[in-house]
């Protein structure tokens, strides 16, 4: 299975745009972690699963989801109501209630993925607004298989950074 991960994007409809219609038929499923400053019935989110971030002002939004893939089990939110800038604990007690095996988030406008338990924690950074010690407008893909986690992340150009590319053991 092939997911395309994105985050706060901050009312750049365009970008998301841009992203679905390059990645639509090359993925299985499109994740939104929140902060897209987009109204809900936007017709860009057909068959996207978004969630909604603290800059979100459309309550019809979903705090959290959870998909099941067939290949994975996936626990999508912003994290601002998990603590995700304080560490993963909260989120990690979230996902391990839904039986997650990968939870996705955003909030922080840092990249990172990691793999406890078996299960895969990641943020794919700000398409947007980047902050931390990678100033780079981010998104990821995830490829999952039955033995492992593959993680690529691509900048705005939809080039992907060599030095951002990750294999987990499931």
């Not at 990821?140 to 900048?155: G, H, K, L, R």
Request: hydrophobic share 35%; glycine share 8%; aromatic share 10%.
């Amino acid at each position: 299975m092939k997911y395309l991960v994105v985050s706060d994007n901050h009312g750049d409809r365009q970008i998301l745009v841009d992203l679905f219609n390059r990645y639509k038929e090359q993925v299985d499923y499109i994740f939104h972690c929140g902060d897209s400053e987009l109204a809900s019935d936007d017709p860009l989110w057909e068959g996207v699963y978004v969630v909604t971030g603290n800059t979100d002002s459309d309550s019809r939004y979903e705090v959290s989801q959870v998909v099941d893939t067939g290949e994975d089990v996936v626990y999508l939110t912003h994290g601002h109501l998990s603590g995700v800038k304080m560490g993963l604990t909260q989120l990690d007690m979230q996902a391990q209630e839904d039986k997650a095996t990968i939870a996705l988030f955003g909030h922080t406008h840092q990249l990172g993925c990691e793999v406890n338990k078996g299960r895969l924690f990641l943020n794919p950074g700000s398409i947007l607004q980047p902050r931390g010690t990678i100033p780079i407008k981010t998104y990821a893909i995830i490829e999952s298989t039955e033995t492992s986690f593959q993680v690529q992340y691509y900048d705005r150009n939809f080039d992907p950074i060599e030095s951002l590319a990750f294999t987990f053991n499931k």
